[in-house]
C-alpha cells in the first residue's frame, strides 16, 4: 500500500541554523499537507501543496511540492526556540470507502539556544 | 482554535478496567478519526467514521471500538485495559473531501497500571 517516508528522524540545530525536512511518497499525491506537534501538544495543521512544483511560504518556513508530486520538503530558515517539535507530512490514500490521510512518521527540531 | 474536545486529558486506570474516551466536535464535520500515538512517535490511526453509523478499522489493529451514532460524537472504548494499552489517544475531524485538513483535539493521555 501507499507509505509516506520522512527523513531524518531527528534533527538538532543550534539557534539561528536552517533546517529542512523531507517527505516521499511510493505513489503520486493529489496533495500534501504538513503538520506540526509541539511537545505535549497535539498536531496542528500548516499547509496544504497542490500543483506539481508548487512552492509556498510562511514567513521563514517554506513548503515544495516535487514535479512529480511525489515528494515534498519544508525548510526552516534561520531556527529559533520556539520552531521545536515534530513536524509531519500527510497524503491522501484511497480505500474502497473513501480516502483518509496517511502521515509520515515525523521529524523531531529540537533547537539549542 | 478548532473546536473538537476530548476528555478526560489524563486517565490513570488499573488492568481489566473498562474505559470510555469521549471525543467531541461542533464544526459539523463528517470525518471523525482516532490516532494512537507514543510520545514523540508516529500517528496510527485505528479508527475512522465518515458520517453517522459509519465506522471502520483503521491500519493499526487496536482492541477498543468505537461509535458513531451522532455527527459530533465519536467515543472510543476500551473493554478491558491493559498496560500495553498505555499511550496518547488523540482524535481528529475533518471535512468531507481528502484535501480537508483535519483539525486535532488535545488527546487523552492513559496510563493502565
Known amino acids: 500500500g501507499q507509505q509516506v517516508m520522512q527523513i531524518p528522524q531527528y534533527q538538532h540545530v543550534q539557534e539561528g541554523e536552517d533546517f529542512t525536512t523531507y517527505c516521499n511518497s511510493s505513489t503520486t499525491l493529489s496533495n500534501i499537507q504538513w503538520y506540526k506537534q509541539r511537545p505535549g501538544g497535539h498536531p496542528v495543521f500548516l499547509i496544504q501543496l497542490v500543483k506539481s512544483g508548487e512552492v509556498k511560504k510562511q514567513k521563514r518556513l517554506t513548503f515544495q511540492f516535487g514535479e512529480a508530486k511525489k515528494n515534498s520538503s519544508l525548510h526552516i530558515t534561520a531556527t529559533q526556540t520556539t520552531d521545536v517539535g515534530t513536524y509531519f507530512c500527510?497524503?491522501?490514500?484511497?480505500?474502497?470507502?473513501?480516502?483518509?490521510?496517511?502521515f509520515g512518521e515525523g521529524t523531531q527540531l529540537t533547537v539549542n539556544p | 482554535e478548532a473546536d473538537i474536545y476530548q476528555t478526560p486529558r489524563y486517565l490513570v486506570i488499573g488492568t481489566g478496567k473498562k474505559i470510555t474516551l469521549e471525543c467531541s466536535q461542533t464544526m459539523g464535520h463528517d470525518k471523525m478519526y482516532w490516532y494512537q500515538q507514543d510520545p514523540g512517535m508516529e500517528l496510527h490511526l485505528i479508527h475512522y467514521?465518515?458520517?453517522?453509523?459509519?465506522?471502520e478499522k483503521g491500519d493499526l489493529s487496536s482492541e477498543s471500538t468505537v461509535s458513531r451514532i451522532r455527527t459530533e460524537h465519536f467515543p472510543l472504548t476500551l473493554e478491558s485495559a491493559r498496560p500495553s494499552h498505555t499511550s496518547q489517544y488523540l482524535c481528529a475531524s475533518s471535512l468531507p473531501r481528502d484535501s480537508n485538513e483535519q483539525f486535532f483535539g488535545p488527546g487523552t493521555r492513559l496510563t493502565v497500571l
Open positions: 500527510a497524503g491522501p490514500r484511497w480505500k474502497t470507502s473513501g480516502s483518509r490521510l496517511t
Open positions: 467514521s465518515y458520517g453517522v453509523n459509519s465506522t
